[in-house]
């Protein structure tokens, strides 16, 4: 097994640039998860989808952050226009729902904006 | 509402030492408890869980959990730590109202020095 397989695993970018985030699940799970992770804030949650469909959103930072899942083996995550202040890492995880919540983590996109 | 406290945002112990992570954590229902591991550099990994049952839980590399639920903690434990065992140690507890978002704690820096 691949386990979650993220892309790129370091992106740096200028200030306004459009940013893409994949992530791609364990085949077989049907939830999936992104988070932020970074030294103030810690590890948050930004949004999670069961069966391809977002449930919430409600960590999402604002309208620059949008995520998709069109298909179960796939995901997105864009910031659009990016700023400094969203440098960090961001995780995908994913998970067998209703498996007791147990999540599987990626490796993690390093993204800094300079 | 859900949530978790790790009461020691950095824990040093001499290699060979014994060691404890807390973790306190509110839900008014009944929980399922994880402690994750994070090493440099790497997504989170599961060291062990609680779903139900026997309240000592026992996880990879040596590692235990204590369910208390008068106190509601979730301790972890190690009899001797290695070199090796330092990492960021995050507690998360679902519950069934969450849905299948997991809330994590801020982490613990567990220090191992020789």
């Known amino acids: 097994d691949a386990g979650v397989i993220q892309s790129p695993r370091h992106e740096v970018t200028e200030m306004g640039q459009e940013v893409t985030l994949r992530c791609k699940p364990i085949?077989?799970?049907?939830?999936l998860f992104w988070y932020r992770q970074t030294m103030m804030r810690g590890l948050e949650l930004l949004i999670y989808?069961?069966?391809?469909?977002?449930?919430?959103d409600s960590g999402m930072p604002e309208d620059r952050f949008s995520a998709k899942m069109p298909n179960a083996s796939f995901s997105t995550l864009k910031i659009q226009p990016s700023e400094p202040r969203d440098s960090a890492v961001y995780f995908c995880?994913?998970?067998?729902?209703?498996?007791?919540?147990?999540?599987?983590f990626g490796p993690g996109t390093r993204l800094t904006v300079t | 509402a859900q949530s978790v406290t790790q009461l020691d945002s950095q824990v040093p112990v001499f290699e060979e030492a014994p060691v404890e992570l807390r973790c306190n954590y509110s839900s008014s229902v009944s929980v399922y408890l994880f402690w994750y591991v994070q090493y440099p550099n790497q997504g989170l990994q599961l060291l062990l869980k609680y779903l139900s049952g026997s309240t000592l839980v026992k996880g990879i590399n040596g590692f235990e959990a204590e369910f208390n639920k008068s106190q509601t903690s979730f301790h972890l434990r190690k009899p001797s730590v290695h070199i090796s065992d330092t990492a960021e140690y995050f507690c998360a507890v679902s519950d069934r109202t969450g849905g299948f978002k997991t809330i994590f704690g801020a982490g613990t820096r567990l220090f191992v020095k020789a």
């Open positions: 085949s077989g799970h049907n939830s």
């Open positions: 989808f069961n069966n391809n469909v977002p449930i919430d």
């Open positions: 995880a994913s998970s067998v729902q209703g498996a007791y919540y147990e999540q599987y």
